[in-house]
């Protein structure tokens, strides 16, 4: 499985919205309000063979009231 977090900044009014989508479309495994410049932190898995560019931009970042986002790649080191 891949693990990636992505980070969200959403317009003023719309992390909750947001939020509801995200669970609504079962993508996220974890979800977090966050402080600072972005409001929501997701964890995703996905396949292993899956296009994780492909999977944010169609899955999460169609999503209204996201302004803007930051995927953060994991990888198995320990």
């Known amino acids: 499985m891949i693990c990636v977090f992505v980070q969200l900044q959403c317009r003023p009014g719309t992390a ?6 995200l669970y609504e479309r079962e993508i996220v495994s974890e ?24 999977f944010i931009n169609n899955k999460v970042l169609n999503i209204d009231g996201i302004v803007r986002s930051l995927t953060t790649m994991t990888f198995k080191a320990f």
């Open 16 to 21: 909750y919205d947001v939020a509801d989508k």
């Open 31 to 54: 979800l977090y309000s966050t402080s600072g410049e972005y409001d929501l932190l997701g964890k995703i898995y996905m396949p292993d063979d899956t296009d994780v560019g492909h």
